[in-house]
């Protein structure tokens, strides 16, 4: 395997960030991390027409067209590239040193498993979700089916495979059968998301168009039923004194909900984000099968006191003291907002351990670093032609 300075990485996601995910938004931080030390970096993902794409002159972007209807029939994000790009992506398939997709159950992701285990190429999977307990019995039949002959046949034969939190090994680490994981949490800009800031929380409130005098709840997020969109519904209804904002976009529109105790902010770029999280006496997040995702990791660092189900609190071990719960798949929700409201001062005395916990465990600089180890472990494990281990049950 080539030096880190020699290295060829080609990294697939569903999207690019535009999109608006969190899976989108770490493989383009990974690329400018991989970039800043003299890797040579490309990304293959869906280009959403009439999207705009920041520029990234440290890395290449290889668009991807596809159909979408999946996700405009049921929410769930999953483009099927279509043929008219697959030269450009075949030509990236072949220049890479390692070829490293984000979850196992996409389209882009299973074409590139499969080349990379034709030509015996060092292969890396991060898997940062698993089972999605939707109440949709379609739903969880299509995703089971997905999971079943898509996921676990890359899980068992990948050269390795790091999962996104605890709780996502625990659920599928028994896949690898003595293979190699690891479990490898995404870093968070520390400059951008942090508790300190000169601004009072009251003046930042005010700019914010918040009342000051009111409890703020926030929601970050995909508008979408595994997000929990509909538990937030109820839980704002039951709960008027409290100022609900939600910030993200998706099928479900919370403006037809009529509530005016809900702020509907609109996307924000990081530095405003950061604003909304510091000004937020808690995060709320009644999300199922969502592992330990990014928002929640920079809603800490700016040391905001987070509400999550259980599952998402078995998503990372070290931090689960610091979180909040709302019960397994966020049934007491609304009870604990309720009960969370009334002691706002105790929920601020948590912002100092929030951040400081966030602060020490997570950065980019040591999640790029986790990677640089678990290539070198693939190529070995490539080149051992360990990875031939048959498709399938």
Known sequence: MPDAGALKVLLLSHFFESHGGGIELVARRLAREFAGRGIDVRWAATAEPGAALA?????????????????????????????????????????????????AIYFGSQLAWRYARAKKKPFVLSQ???????????????HGVAM?????????????????????????????????????????????????????AEALRRRLGLDPEKPVFLFVGRFSPKKGLEKIREAATAIPGVVWALIGSGRTDPSGWNLPNVVLPGRQAPASLADWYRAADLFVLPSIGEGFPLVLQEAMACGTPCLVTEETRAGCLS??????????GSRDFTARCDELRR??????????????????????????????????????????????VPPGR
């Open 55 to 103: 520029p990234d002159p440290d890395f290449r972007r290889v668009p991807m067209h596809s159909f979408n209807l999946i996700e405009r029939a049921s929410g769930f994000p999953y483009p099927i590239w279509t043929p008219t790009r697959y030269p450009a992506l075949l030509a990236s398939l072949r220049w890479a040193d390692v070829i490293h997709v984000q979850d």
């Open 128 to 142: 940062h979700v698993g089972a999605i307990p939707v109440p949709s019995r379609l739903y969880r039949a299509m």
């Open 148 to 200: 079943r002959y898509f996921s676990e046949p890359m899980l068992r034969s990948a050269d390795a495979v790091a999962f996104g939190g605890d709780g996502i090994r625990a659920e599928l680490g028994f896949l690898r059968n003595g293979g190699a994981t690891r479990v490898i949490y995404n870093g968070v800009d520390l400059e951008t998301f942090h508790a300190g800031g000169v601004e009072p």
């Open 319 to 328: 931090a689960r003291p610091h979180l909040l719960s709302a019960g397994p």
């Open 343 to 388: 002691d706002v001062p105790a929920l601020r005395r948590m912002r100092s351990g929030v951040a400081a916990l966030a602060a020490a465990a997570w950065s980019w600089r040591r999640c790029a670093d986790e990677y640089l180890e678990i290539y070198a472990d693939a190529a070995a494990r490539a080149g051992a032609g360990d990875s031939e």
